[in-house]
Structure formats: C-alpha cells, structure tokens
C-alpha cells in the first residue's frame, strides 16, 4: 500500500509540478523559436521600409543615403 501512494505521490508531482520550480527553469524552446521569428521579422520589416522610402525619394529626385546593409539570417 505504501508503495502504491509514493508511486501516485510520484506520478502526481511529475504531472502537475510545483508552479514555484517552474519558475526557476529556461524559457520553453517554442518560447525561444517566437521570439527568434519575431526579431527576424522585425528585421525584415525595418530593410522593407528602408527599400520603400529609397525607391519612393528616387521617384522624387531626392539624394538617397542607402542605410547600412545588415544581412538577415534565413532558417528552414
């Protein structure tokens, strides 16, 4: 009897851990992959508006300073 409770007191801290230990742990691996997309994407947002407003000054006549090129990573 004694062992069937220490195996379901085993079972029941495996299933449902204490909320304070979860604390202490990294961030989730998905947490970590939508951050890392959502950085990319604001990378690639930030080389678009620049494109925009090089192309649309072009159109005007206006000097166009081109920002410096940061190359982006790309991730299968």
């Not at 299933?15 to 742990?25: G, H, K, W």
């Amino acid at each position: 009897m004694e062992r069937q409770t220490r195996e379901m007191r085993e079972l029941s801290q495996w299933a449902f851990p204490d909320p304070e230990e979860l604390v202490d742990e990294q961030p989730e691996p998905i947490d970590s992959a939508v951050l890392q997309r959502r950085r990319e994407f604001a990378g690639t947002e930030t080389a678009a508006l620049h494109r925009a407003r090089a192309e649309r000054a072009q159109r005007c006549g206006a000097a166009v300073l081109p920002p410096q090129y940061v190359p982006l990573r790309f991730s299968a």
